[in-house]
DNA sequence: TTAATTAATAACTATGAGTTATCAAATAGA
DNA sequence: TCTATTTGATAACTCATAGTTATTAATTAA
C-alpha cells in the first residue's frame, strides 16, 4: 500500500511555499534540505499534484500549490482552534452545564449564579429545564443533569448536596383580603379558609412543611387545590378560591393581585439546596462547583 | 523534543471514538491493538487532554473527546475536499460544486443552470444528488454541499436562501379520468377521492400547502398513500388508487399515464429555492452563484 | 573559466510505529 | 465460588521510513 498524507507534509509545504526556496525552508524547519526535498516529492506523489515549479534557479507555487497553501492556512488554524478548544473543555472553562430546577429556584439562586459564572467563564454554555424534585434527581444519577436545583431532606447514595439558599415562608392571599402585613400575627387566623398547595409529587418536602407549620399552630388545613406552577396557585388566589404558603422569594418575578405576608415566628424554613453526581464526568461541572 | 500531532492520530482517534472499542477500531484499521492503545495514549498526552475514558470494559469518550470528534469530522471532510480540488484545478478545471436537488428542481432549473454554466466556465465540475430538504440543509452547513435546491419557508442562521422558480401546482389524475382540462373549475371537485403525496419528511412545506389549498375549498383530502418519488406518485395514480398534487413542472420528463390538471385560480405557488452557506470557502461557487 | 548557489540523488542511520506475547482486571456463566 | 472469556495495557522486539551526510548536476555570477 501507498503513503498516507500527514500533517508533517502539509508543514513543510507551508514552509516551502512561504520561503520559496528549499533550503531556508529546511533551516526554518530544523531538518535537512535533502529530507524536505523528498518529503515535499512524497506528498506531489500521494496527492498526484505537482505544487512546486523548480525552475533552475527560482522555486515557485503552480496554480494548485497557491489553492492548497490558502487552504491549509485556514486548515492549519481551525485545527490549532480545535486543540486549544478541547484543553479549554477538558480544564471546565468551556462546555455545557445542564441544569433542572424548581420554579421557585428561578426568582433568586439561578440568576445570580449564571450570571457571576458567566463573568469568569464566558464560555460554559446552559441548558436549563424545570422539573420537579424527583425528576431532577432521576436526571443527575442518570447523568442526563450535571446539577439539580431541589428541596429535599435527604438524597440517595452516590449524591452531593449542599444548602444554597434559605427562605421564609409567606402566606399569599387576594389584595382585598380582610389580614394586612400590620394585622396578620400567625397563621392559626386564616386557619378555616381553603388553601392551595403545590402538590406533593412536585415538592414532598414544601408539602409537609406546610403540614407542620399548621399543625404546630392546631389546625390541619383544608386544601382545595394543588398545583404544580406558582403562576396558576397565585391565580388561584387572586381568584378568591383560597389562599396559600410559598417560599417568600416567589414574590419576585410575578405580577398578580395578590398580598405576600410573610409568616412570623415560625422555625420552619424553605431550604434550597444543589445536587450533583459525585462521579460526574463533565470537567465543566468541577470548574462551577467553586461558584457554590 | 516531544512528539507532533499527526493525521494518523486523528484517523485513530475517529476509529474509536466511533466503535468504542480499542480491538475493533484497530481491526479496523488493519493495525494491532497495542499499536492503536499506544498512539491513542500518545495523542492524549501531546494535546493534554484525556479523550476516553477506560472503564477496564468499557470506552467512552470524555466530554473534550466528544467535542473533538464533532470538529474531526469537519476537519477531515475539509481536508478531503481540499485535496480533491487541488487535484481539479491541477487538471485545469475551475473546481467542484456538489449540489443537492429534489427530484421536481431536475425538471426545469438545474438542466437550464448547467448548460449556462457549462457555456461561461466549462471546466467546473458538477456532483449532484437527489435528497430531501432536511438533509440538503444538513449538507450544506456542514460543508457537504455547496448548492441545495429546496423547498422552504425558513432556513437556519448563516445560510443564504434566494428565490428560483415560481410553479403553479396541477392536479394529476388517470387518463381516463372522468375531468379533463376543460371540466376542472376547482379542487373541491375531487375532494371525494384519495389522495397521493410526497412524504412531509421529504419536504414539509409541500404537505402543508396541499394541505392549505385544500381547506381553502372547504374539505380535508383523504391522504391513503405517501411517497418520496415522482415517478412513483405517478403510478400510484395511474393504476387508479388515487389523485395527486405536485408542482406542475414535474409534467416535463415523466411519460406516464396521468393527465396533468393546473389548478386554476389559487394563491398557493411551489416556491423553489436554492440555498448556500455564507461563509463557504469553495472559490468555484462564487462563480455559480453570479448565474442565480 | 572559476566560484557560488541551488535542488536532486545515493547511501546510510536511528527513531518510533507497529508487531507478538503476555498480563491484569472485569464480567458472565456454570 | 470457580472457571472461561473479554478487554485494554505493558513489555520487548523488528523493521519501515524520516531524516542524515556526502555528493552530483545544473545554473548563474564574476
Redesign the pocket.
Known amino acids: 500500500m501507498s503513503?498516507q498524507i500527514?500533517l508533517?507534509h502539509f508543514t513543510?509545504f507551508m514552509a516551502v511555499a512561504e520561503e520559496?526556496?528549499?533550503?531556508?525552508?529546511?533551516d526554518r524547519l530544523?531538518?535537512?534540505?535533502?529530507?524536505?526535498?523528498?518529503?515535499?516529492?512524497?506528498m506531489e506523489e500521494i496527492i498526484g499534484v505537482v505544487l512546486?515549479v523548480?525552475?533552475?534557479?527560482?522555486?515557485t507555487l503552480t496554480a494548485a500549490g497557491v489553492y492548497l497553501k490558502k487552504e491549509l492556512d485556514y486548515i492549519f488554524n481551525h485545527i490549532d482552534f480545535t486543540i486549544r478548544q478541547t484543553r479549554l473543555i477538558d480544564q471546565g472553562s468551556n462546555g455545557e452545564i445542564r441544569i433542572g430546577f424548581l420554579g421557585s429556584a428561578m426568582q433568586t439562586v439561578i440568576p445570580e449564579l449564571l450570571v457571576m459564572v458567566n463573568k469568569e467563564l464566558p464560555n460554559i454554555q446552559f441548558s436549563l429545564e424545570e422539573m420537579s424534585n424527583h425528576l431532577q434527581v432521576e436526571a443527575v444519577e442518570k447523568d442526563q443533569l450535571d446539577l439539580g436545583f431541589v428541596r429535599l431532606a435527604r438524597v440517595p447514595e452516590g449524591i452531593q448536596k449542599k444548602t444554597v439558599h434559605t427562605d421564609s415562608f409567606s402566606l399569599v392571599v387576594p389584595l382585598e383580603h380582610r389580614l394586612t402585613s400590620k394585622t396578620f400575627k400567625s397563621i392559626a387566623q386564616v386557619s378555616e379558609e381553603h388553601f392551595i398547595l403545590f402538590s406533593s409529587d412536585y415538592s414532598s418536602l414544601y408539602y409537609d412543611k406546610i403540614m407542620s407549620i399548621c399543625e404546630d399552630k392546631g389546625f390541619t388545613p383544608k386544601v382545595t387545590h394543588k398545583s404544580v406552577h406558582a403562576q396558576t396557585i397565585f391565580k388561584l388566589v387572586e381568584s378568591g378560591l383560597g389562599v396559600a404558603i410559598v417560599p417568600t422569594s416567589l414574590q419576585q418575578g410575578f405580577d398578580l393581585g395578590v398580598k405576600f405576608l410573610e409568616i412570623p415566628k415560625i422555625p420552619q424554613k424553605a431550604i434550597l439546596s444543589v445536587i450533583w453526581k459525585k462521579d460526574n464526568r463533565n470537567p465543566a461541572l468541577q470548574q462551577i462547583l467553586k461558584f457554590l
Chains 1, 2 share one sequence.
Open positions: 503513503y500527514e508533517r513543510y520559496l526556496h528549499f533550503r531556508k525552508a529546511a530544523f531538518i535537512s534540505q535533502p529530507g524536505l526535498s523528498r518529503q515535499i516529492k512524497q512546486f523548480r525552475n533552475k534557479r527560482k522555486v
